[in-house]
T-cell receptor, first 110, second 116 residues
Framework: DAKTTQPTSMDCAEGRAANLPCNHS???????VYWYRQIHSQGPQYIIH???NNETNEMASLIITEDRKSSTLILPHATLRDTAVYYC???????????FGPGTSLSVIP | GAGVSQSPSNKVTEKGKDVELRCDPISGHTALYWYRQSLGQGLEFLIY????????KSGLPSDRFSAERTGGSVSTLTIQRTQQEDSAVYLC??????????????FGQGTRLTVV
């Protein structure tokens, strides 16, 4: 019951934009969309989050559809170090119980 | 320290033994979470604390698992009579409780538990 669905895996060429989709069709009005990633053998790393407006930070951009039923994480210029599993979660607050699904395994290819 | 600290980083134990995993959250963070990740799996929620109380223990896999938090800071996850299926990476995270909803959880590097 992860509340989100993501593709199992994706490939991206180094230097190109990586666009990772996430469906969250049952999201409620007070739930945020958070993205984390986990590089092999490390703890999950926060990337970005948003409610309904698009967001951008030094790591990525988050595009949320107007109906909020889906979102896309964009890594504008993927590097080999971006190879990781990317988790999209929805939660009222980041300290609420969060349920991570299997995520998307992104492979950045030279 | 600046981040969430977990110890030990690696633990190998014999089946049937008890183990204790420790988490030091970021100073001032009153919310603390435990997750585990088995090989090739996603993150599995175990328990979270607000201060010293645990409103949600529903993720604990069995009564062999328990956790406590004292002083609103350090937390210990205890696994009694370990089984091979307990082998996993155990991750701890913390976040500010009083902050607005615009906050994120910070994760430690995890404890890799291997039961042999």
């Amino acid at each position: 019951d992860a509340k989100t669905t993501q593709p199992t895996s994706m490939d991206c060429a180094e230097g190109r934009a990586a666009n990772l989709p996430c469906n969250h069709s049952t999201i409620s009005g007070n739930e945020y969309v958070y993205w984390y990633r986990q590089i092999h053998s490390q703890g999950p790393q926060y990337i970005i989050h948003g409610l309904k407006n698009n967001e951008t930070n030094e790591m990525a951009s988050l595009i949320i559809t107007e109906d909020r039923k889906s979102s896309t994480l964009i890594l504008p210029h993927a590097t080999l170090r971006d190879t990781a599993v990317y988790y999209c979660i929805v939660t009222k607050t980041s300290y609420d119980k969060v349920i991570f699904g299997p995520g998307t395994s992104l492979s950045v290819i030279p | 320290g600046a981040g969430v600290s977990q110890s030990p980083s690696n633990k190998v134990t014999e089946k049937g033994k008890d183990v204790e995993l420790r988490c030091d959250p970021i100073s001032g963070h009153t919310a603390l979470y435990w997750y585990r990740q088995s090989l090739g799996q996603g993150l599995e929620f175990l328990i979270y604390f607000q201060g010293n109380s645990a409103p949600d223990k529903s993720g604990l896999p069995s009564d062999r698992f328990s956790a406590e938090r004292t002083g609103g800071s350090v937390s210990t996850l205890t696994i009694q009579r370990t089984q091979q299926e307990d082998s996993a990476v155990y991750l701890c995270a913390s976040s500010l409780e009083y902050a607005t909803r615009n906050t994120e959880a910070f994760f430690g590097q995890g404890t890799r538990l291997t039961v042999v």
